[in-house]
């Protein structure tokens, strides 16, 4: 990691306002604890940020306001991008929207910091259209496992992941392979919240497969962080 010093000062609102077209990620709970985790991490002012997965740039647009020295956004999808930007440059804050997955991310690394929500609803079927954004496969673990497994290739000496998921996609899991690849990672914040539209509508097929109980209508996020040593 670079010199840099810390700072714990939270400058970005909670839930700034955002300009979100048809088809992008409606900023949620998820979204909003992931945030709240980056403001008390003691992020370097000064520090290369990676939002993963962006979205609307809810995230980007966060480090960008609590002092981080440069941040770059990846999404695979173009609206997502495209609302990126906007939300950033509206702002006068200088983000890099970039198209693209894990590679191109790491491609553009290292990082100090990464940050990740990423889709980790299970589905029955493959994700296609909006529910690309949180739909996730059989076990929700579809972009989770080449995350974690490929995170430590992202982050400079010293830097660390931030990551929200949900239980239902195994947080152990994600503990289990980020440690695999070099990181120590724990649980940092954890939080029950009622199910949105998405899960309450998958909620007979999750109940099925094993991954909630009979009646469940709450799910438990949690915020992972992984450190690279
Ligand atoms: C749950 S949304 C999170 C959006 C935003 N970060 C937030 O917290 O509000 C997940 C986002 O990941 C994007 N996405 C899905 N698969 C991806 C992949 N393999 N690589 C990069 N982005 C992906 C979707 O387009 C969507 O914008």
């Given at each position: 990691?670079?010199?840099?010093?810390?700072?714990?000062?939270?400058?970005?609102?909670?839930?700034?306002?955002?300009?979100?077209?048809?088809?992008?990620?409606?900023?949620?709970?998820?979204?909003w604890f992931l945030a709240s985790a980056l403001r008390a991490s003691g992020m370097p002012s000064g520090a290369r940020v990676l939002d993963l997965c962006t979205g609307t740039g809810a995230l980007a647009l966060t480090a960008a306001m609590s002092g981080a020295g440069s941040v770059t956004a990846v999404d695979i999808s173009r609206r997502a991008l495209a609302a990126a930007w906007t939300n950033t440059r509206l702002r006068g804050l200088p983000v890099r929207a970039v198209r693209g997955s894990l590679a191109e991310a790491t491609r553009r690394g290292p990082f100090d910091v990464v940050l990740?929500?990423?889709?980790?609803?299970?589905?029955?079927?493959?994700?296609?259209?909006?529910?690309?954004?949180?739909?996730?496969?059989?076990?929700?673990?579809?972009?989770?496992?080449?995350?974690?497994?490929?995170?430590?290739?992202?982050?400079?000496?010293?830097?660390?992941?931030?990551?929200v998921h949900s239980k239902v996609a195994d947080v152990?899991?994600?503990?289990?392979?980020?440690?695999?690849?070099?990181?120590?990672?724990?649980?940092?914040?954890?939080?029950?919240?009622?199910?949105?539209?998405?899960?309450?509508?998958?909620?007979?097929?999750?109940?099925?497969?094993?991954?909630i109980t009979a009646g469940q209508q709450d799910e438990e996020l949690a915020v992972i962080r992984a450190d690279r040593p």
């Open positions: 990691m670079t010199a840099i010093t810390s700072t714990t000062r939270p400058l970005a609102p909670a839930r700034p306002w955002l300009v979100r077209p048809p088809g992008v990620y409606r900023p949620q709970d998820d979204t990740a929500n990423p889709p980790y609803v299970p589905c029955p079927i493959p994700a296609s259209g909006a529910a690309r954004a949180w739909d996730a496969g059989p076990d929700g673990r579809v972009v989770l496992d080449p995350l974690c497994a490929g995170a430590a290739a992202m982050l400079a000496p010293q830097g660390f992941l931030l990551l152990d899991k994600s503990l289990t392979r980020l440690r695999e690849s070099g990181l120590a990672a724990a649980v940092v914040a954890s939080r029950t919240v009622p199910f949105g539209p998405v899960m309450r509508a998958r909620a007979a097929f999750l109940e099925e497969a094993g991954l």
